[in-house]
């Protein structure tokens, strides 16, 4: 009882405080408020552009999950395969995962020269099952010329919007693919174009083929084997779960199974980079909000000298003077972390919404978001509540030197004071 | 039982040259319900014997005690705990808390005390009511005349039902007539609730009032005399 009546009446006396000086409590505030929207914007278009490059990752290169031969994807050889890949997709939905699992679909993949009339090029031959494919991949959205690959065992290319023009060739011109089957022959064949993507992305767009899944087979002397299996999730959030999931289940048959982390390990380094440098920001900011705190609380305490050194004479505790003071803080960060909040979130919205588009400050950003450049902002609680968080901490933390400070007061000096 | 005890008791600020000896060798006792004025010029230690007396300030040298018991001995927090339960104080400033109102500034030591609302409640009306500030309830500092804080001041110090109330030159900072009716509510509260006084002053008009004046020069008793 006693305690709630003491904090009863210190909190009475820290929100009628954060009051008093409205100027300079509404400049504080604001400080705190723009400092937590500005952290809040960060984590959201962070999230958002990491998001986007994951994605951008998966539904145009690895998947969540690829399953293949040990040490495939060190050196991609024709001579690594999966000898029964249909068996071990019945095993994947046999094993509870259903839900989870949004498509799987099979490739094969192998290097190759690639020969048109005037000139030729090494490239990534990508063998799909263009029905399959369409469920793990957005390939088919890329394609800027022509159409997309069909079933069966249709001669037909799709090739990279920069290749075609390396080689020289548009849509319908025949081009020629050689490459060394399983066996050590060589294997070739000369296919039409059929369709031009661009995913914006320079690595896919200048050396990365699709040709149907049969075809592939066919060069690469296979029948029914194949180089991956590609998992696409229901959720990014599955991933560590299914992958263990898989592992167990696949662990007697020798192969190898990665995520996209394994395969893109630049695109995690990148975005863990990302990290670093948002928490750099968060930690310039949050000193800055930390300065602006202590401040007005040194302020505060040192206006108040007299009237602590009263409240002391009274009969309160050096506590409960630090515990005034530290409420004192806590108001101010609570009414300007809800100012910061409302921007923030106002913010997200938007962005979310409506994106930003960053290709006219960044030719580059291709590299990383494909051919959309524009951003999307994405709501995270963690987003949200870590900055919100870091606003309480610091102003707590910000206002302990002033709190002791008036703790340690001796009354006698504080009535002195005018 | 004497409610304030002083023994030898000596305060110097500053060391070496710069020393000021505030108060020295200062012993005397005061009962329960005195209505005791010490006076003496600016300087005379006045002041610094209050804060003694309040622990608020430690003594050089000496014991004081409260209820016979020794407050130079006890910690800071103990000395607070002992000021809000036995000991009441009345500044020249007024010294009110400016974000509380007029019933809140009462209230406060009650609060802290951990006294239940209903009893809180009863106080505070009953106070405010014999001091004569019903209508000031819920005015804050700022909006009440010196005279009105200074009243708002008194309750403060009697609703927690102290032993003795410490009241540093009360009037020095109010006009004759406002200061003679604070005189008189205090002198009421003295007779009515048996309520020991110590105040400082060099108001004439107040030692006039007073049951005995204790008269300091220089940090010392110069002489003591009681009334009827």
Known sequence: ?418 | MAIVRLDKVSKVYGKNKLKVHAVTDVSFEVQEGEFLAIVGPSGSGKTTLLNLIGGIDRPSKGKVYIEDQDITLLSKARRSDLRLKRIGFIFQEYNLIPVLTAVENIELGLLLLGIDKAERRERVNKIIKDVGILELANRRPKEMSGGQQQRVAVARAMVTKPAVILADEPTANLDSNTGISILRLMQEMNHRENITFIFSTHDPMVMEMASRVIILRDGRIESEEKRD
């Open chain 1, 1 to 418: 009882m006693n305690i709630i009546n003491t904090i009863g009446i210190l909190s009475k006396i820290a929100i009628r405080n954060v009051f008093r000086n409205k100027r300079r409590s509404f400049i504080t505030s604001a400080a705190i408020a723009f400092g937590l929207a500005i952290l809040i914007h960060l984590n959201g278009f962070n999230d958002g552009f990491n998001e986007q490059m994951i994605n951008n990752v998966v539904r145009l290169q690895t998947g969540h999950i690829q399953i293949s031969e040990a040490e495939f994807h060190q050196e991609i050889d024709t001579a690594k395969f999966i000898s029964e890949p249909d068996r071990i997709i019945e095993d994947i939905y046999s094993a509870n995962l259903t839900p989870y699992v949004k498509a799987v679909t099979k490739r094969v993949m192998f290097q190759a020269l690639i020969s048109s009339t005037r000139n030729s090029a090494g490239a990534m031959v990508v063998g799909i099952s263009p029905k399959e494919e369409r469920q793990v991949s957005v390939l088919e959205r890329t394609i800027v010329k022509g159409g997309y690959l069909k079933e069966a065992d249709s001669p037909s290319i799709l090739i990279g919007e920069r290749l075609a023009k390396n080689l020289s060739v548009d849509l319908g011109d025949k081009i020629v693919l050689l490459t060394q089957a399983y066996d050590g022959s060589m294997g070739a064949r000369a296919l039409r174009i059929r369709g031009i993507f661009r995913t914006g992305i320079p690595e896919i767009d200048r050396s990365t083929v699709y040709i149907p899944l049969n075809t592939a087979q066919k060069i690469a002397g296979y029948e029914s084997e194949v180089s991956v299996i590609v998992v696409l999730l229901q959720k990014s959030q599955y991933l560590e779960s299914i992958y263990r999931s898989l592992s167990l289940s696949l662990k007697d048959r020798g192969l190898e199974i990665l995520t996209w982390k394994d395969l893109a390990p630049d695109m995690v380094e990148i975005i863990r980079i990302n990290k670093v440098n948002i928490y750099i920001v968060m930690g310039i900011v949050f000193t800055l909000v930390a300065m602006g705190i202590l401040n007005t609380m040194l302020m505060s305490v040192f206006e108040r000298f007299r009237e602590i050194g009263i409240i002391m004479t009274i009969g309160m505790r050096d506590r409960q003077i630090v515990l005034m003071i530290l409420l004192e803080s806590f108001f101010l960060a609570a009414i300007a972390g809800s100012i910061g909040v409302i921007i923030g979130l106002g913010d997200i919205w938007y962005l979310s919404k409506y994106g930003f588009d960053f290709s006219q400050f960044s030719h580059g950003i291709g590299r990383f978001l494909g051919i959309n450049t524009i951003i999307y902002s994405m709501f995270t609680w963690k987003g949200i509540l870590i900055p919100l968080l870091f606003v309480f901490s610091i102003s707590i933390i910000a206002a302990l030197y002033p709190a002791l400070k008036a703790a340690r007061l001796e009354i006698v000096d504080t009535l002195r004071h005018i």
